[in-house]
């Protein structure tokens, strides 16, 4: 990644973590019904729910 120097072994995985460098303001469609924190992906959603909640 060149904003952050991490490595991956796959493309896409490099493209997925790419929107983790977003600005603030980009779109995020997956809201936690709990605390209304917005997530780019609903999987990292589901993991949050998870692991806080």
């Not at 469609?29 to 993991?47: A, E, N, Y």
């Amino acid at each position: 990644c060149p904003s952050c120097s991490r490595t991956f072994s796959r493309g896409e995985h490099l493209d997925r973590h790419l929107t983790t460098h977003l600005p603030s303001n980009t779109s995020k469609t997956f809201i936690c019904p709990s605390c209304s924190k917005g997530f780019t992906r609903k999987d990292v959603l589901t993991r949050h729910v998870r692991a806080v909640h």
